[in-house]
T-cell receptor, first 115, second 114 residues
Framework: DAGVIQSPRHEVTEMGQEVTLRCKPISGHDYLFWYRQTMMRGLELLIYFNNNVPIDDSGMPEDRFSAKMPNASFSTLKIQPSEPRDSAVYFCASAGAGAYGNTIYFGEGSWLTVV | GENVEQHPSTLSVQEGDSAVIKCTYSDSASNYFPWYKQELGKRPQLIID?????GEKKDQRIAVTLNKTAKHFSLHITETQPEDSAVYFCAASMESGGSYIPTFGRGTSLIVHP
């Protein structure tokens, strides 16, 4: 398996523009997570899905952020409108279900810079 | 919800020395504690984990210990090497809907000087 695949790897955009980050989880994984990483706040869980259904979005910072998972192999995280404080690395991750403890597999991240 | 505190935020050691990173958690229901390593510019990757029914686990030069009573757990790296330089994240997890959703600490930046 190619692992969790994210795109774009790097994006520079102007304040006010819409940003869409994409993720393909590992095939067969039931859980998909979106994390944001910054120096100030570390790794923050934004939202996670189980079987394509959003379970907990309490980490989504505000209404400018939205996430969807239309099918088991694709998810998007959208920021509209973007602001400079949204600059961060956004990781998508996936995990299987069952067992006693699960390994979370991270993608390589999308490095977002909003100017 | 769960709260995980991790210390120190930065740790600098000489090659060959040992390094210890400590974490505390708040929710006694947490029962799975993974550690992730993130090299510069890379993704976090699981390096070791411990479940609440054991007190210690070792894998070559790394070991984790867990004190459920005190609600703290630690990562120990012996004979450190420059390639151990990275950010290390601890996490505490509890079962939720068939999986374990981790709450991560803020991370420790380990620097190993040759």
């Amino acid at each position: 398996d190619a692992g969790v695949i994210q795109s774009p790897r790097h994006e520079v955009t102007e304040m006010g523009q819409e940003v869409t980050l994409r993720c393909k989880p590992i095939s067969g994984h039931d859980y998909l997570f979106w994390y944001r990483q910054t120096m100030m706040r570390g790794l923050e869980l934004l939202i996670y899905f189980n079987n394509n259904v959003p379970i907990d979005d309490s980490g989504m910072p505000e209404d400018r952020f939205s996430a969807k998972m239309p099918n088991a192999s694709f998810s998007t995280l959208k920021i509209q409108p973007s602001e400079p404080r949204d600059s961060a690395v956004y990781f998508c991750a996936s995990a299987g279900a069952g067992a006693y403890g699960n390994t979370i597999y991270f993608g390589e991240g999308s490095w977002l810079t909003v100017v | 919800g769960e709260n995980v505190e991790q210390h120190p935020s930065t740790l600098s050691v000489q090659e060959g020395d040992s390094a210890v990173i400590k974490c505390t958690y708040s929710d006694s229901a947490s029962n799975y504690f993974p550690w992730y390593k993130q090299e510069l510019g890379k993704r976090p990757q699981l390096i070791i984990d411990i479940r609440s029914n054991v007190g210690e686990k070792k894998d070559q030069r790394i070991a984790v210990t867990l004190n459920k009573t005190a609600k703290h757990f630690s990562l120990h790296i012996t004979e450190t090497q420059p390639e151990d330089s990275a950010v290390y994240f601890c996490a505490a997890s509890m079962e939720s809907g068939g999986s374990y959703i981790p709450t991560f600490g803020r991370g420790t930046s380990l620097i190993v000087h040759p």
